[in-house]
């Protein structure tokens, strides 16, 4: 094997092995920077933003978790961004 080669597949080695982290590793390293998060601030939509389509959201649901999934449609010309949500979760009564 060539030095050049060697050289390389060591770099490689040393970026692969570096950047490895178990998983309570990262559990760690999340609750670490969980302490140092500022707290979320309420805010209240006083408003429906009408240049925003909203449409029909799905709920999933797996091991994990659960999440809902809304698609947002843009009827205006510029790029919207962090757009707040507020939605209320009922049965399937309605209530």
């Not at 770099?11 to 390293?29: K, Y």
């Amino acid at each position: 094997m060539s030095a050049r080669l060697a050289a390389v597949a060591g770099g490689c080695l040393a970026l692969v092995a570096g950047g490895c982290e178990s998983s309570q590793d990262t559990s760690a390293r999340l609750e670490r920077e969980a302490v140092n998060r500022p707290a979320a601030k309420a805010f209240v939509i006083a408003r429906a933003n009408r240049t925003i389509g909203v449409g029909r959201g799905t709920v999933l649901q797996d091991a994990n978790g659960t999440a809902v999934v809304v698609p947002l449609r843009s009827k205006g010309s510029a790029p919207l961004g962090r757009v707040p949500l507020s939605f209320e979760l009922l049965g399937k009564s309605g209530s």
